[in-house]
């Protein structure tokens, strides 16, 4: 497809079960973001993959929380002991530049709910 | 530091009404970039407009409108004759031009509704 693409889109999982979302971002992008948003919040970033260079990770909430950027394309964000708090949806963006350059394009994002 | 304030948390206007939207950042940055986001209900962003900050010149583009001044750190943001399909929630989000600054600052937000 020609957009970011999220998989799941809806996640039910226990809490302190692993979970793994995954963003397909648009072909070609070099830089790839992983935000948060919370019921009614606004986005909290996590994590920044720009080319081969190394992530900033200085939004990542805890060290349950880790990214991987595979072939610099498809990204996946996994949650170790799922806590109730992180329950939100979790939303993956692209560009083809740096920031600054170029808007973001987002997915529609996984809502995740932890029971 | 930077700082993006979006004062306004929701907002209701009744159809066919004008609206606007506003953003302030506060930055000691010279350069740096403005963009506008749209967050429907269906809950996708959708980028609305990018402008640099040496940039001040008011921007019209059918129904929107957008104001930047430099000198208030404004960043403000019109819907003339809103629609019910302008309900969304919308975000600023300021970047700074700096190397290394690899965060986007997304303010909180304000939830449009238009009353039919």
């Known amino acids: 497809g020609a957009g970011v693409s999220q998989s799941p889109s809806n996640k039910v999982t226990e809490k302190g079960k692993d979970v793994e979302l995954r963003c397909d971002p648009i072909?070609?992008?070099?830089?790839l973001y992983w935000y948060r948003q919370s019921l009614g919040q606004g986005l909290e970033f996590l994590i920044y993959?720009?080319?081969?260079?190394?992530?900033?990770k200085s939004g990542l909430p805890s060290d349950r929380f880790s990214a991987e950027r595979t072939g610099g394309s498809v990204s996946t964000l996994t949650i170790q002991r799922t806590q109730q708090e992180d329950s939100a949806v979790y939303l993956c963006?692209?560009?083809?530049?740096?920031?600054?350059?170029?808007?973001?394009?987002f997915g529609n994002g996984t809502r995740l709910t932890v029971t | 530091a930077q700082k993006v304030t979006q004062a306004q948390t929701e907002i209701s206007v009744v159809e066919k009404e004008d609206v606007t939207l506003d953003c302030v950042y506060e930055?000691?940055?010279?350069?740096?970039?403005l963009f506008w986001y749209k967050q429907p209900p269906s809950g996708e962003l959708v980028f609305l407009i990018r402008?640099?900050?040496?940039?001040?010149q008011n921007e019209i583009s059918g129904r929107y409108s957008w104001n930047f001044q430099k000198s208030t750190s404004s960043f403000n943001f019109t819907i003339t004759a809103s629609q019910v399909v302008d309900s969304a929630v919308y975000f600023c989000?300021?970047?700074?031009?700096?190397?290394?600054?690899?965060?986007?600052?997304f303010g909180t937000g304000t939830r449009l509704t238009v009353i039919p």
């Open positions: 963006a692209s560009s083809p530049t740096p920031p600054g350059n170029s808007p973001l394009h």
């Open positions: 072909s070609g992008h070099t830089a």
């Open positions: 993959f720009q080319g081969n260079s190394a992530p900033d």
């Open positions: 930055t000691r940055d010279t350069t740096y970039y």
């Open positions: 402008r640099n900050s040496f940039d001040e």
């Open positions: 989000a300021p970047t700074p031009d700096q190397t290394g600054a690899n965060n986007l600052f």
